[in-house]
Nanobody
Framework: QVQLVESGGGLVQAGGSLRLSCTASGSIFSTNTMGWYRQAPGRQRELVATMTSHGTTNYADSVRGRFTISRDNIKNTVYLQMNSLKPEDTAVYHC?????????????WGQGTQVTASS
């Protein structure tokens, strides 16, 4: 059983910054991808950023240049530094971890943390 616990969300003014953290516990394959997704009210969950255990990153166009994903493989923790926040960044941010063993993909999600950027 894998558990993910997020922290760091909150309310900031537009232009401000927040740093999210997510720590995974349990049995996780060492080669994995950790990432952040977000869901605003009335919208589908969307990719924000992901990072593999080897350091390869992927960002949504809407956050590239403003958000930075990083991770600590020893701590099984992924971070999301969010700068220059915009009102449209307001959403519940969820982290996840994915890995593949053979032909089976495993995915676990955190409960989410609210980020609100006020105009």
């Amino acid at each position: 059983q894998v558990q993910l616990v997020e922290s760091g969300g909150g309310l900031v003014q537009a232009g401000g910054s927040l740093r999210l953290s997510c720590t995974a516990s349990g049995s996780i394959f060492s080669t994995n991808t950790m990432g952040w997704y977000r869901q605003a009210p009335g919208r589908q969950r969307e990719l924000v950023a992901t990072m593999t255990s080897h350091g390869t990153t992927n960002y949504a166009d809407s956050v590239r240049g403003r958000f930075t994903i990083s991770r600590d493989n020893i701590k099984n923790t992924v971070y999301l530094q969010m700068n220059s926040l915009k009102p449209e960044d307001t959403a519940v941010y969820h982290c996840n971890v994915r890995w593949v063993v053979g032909a089976t993909e495993y995915i676990s999600w955190g409960q989410g943390t609210q980020v609100t950027a006020s105009s």
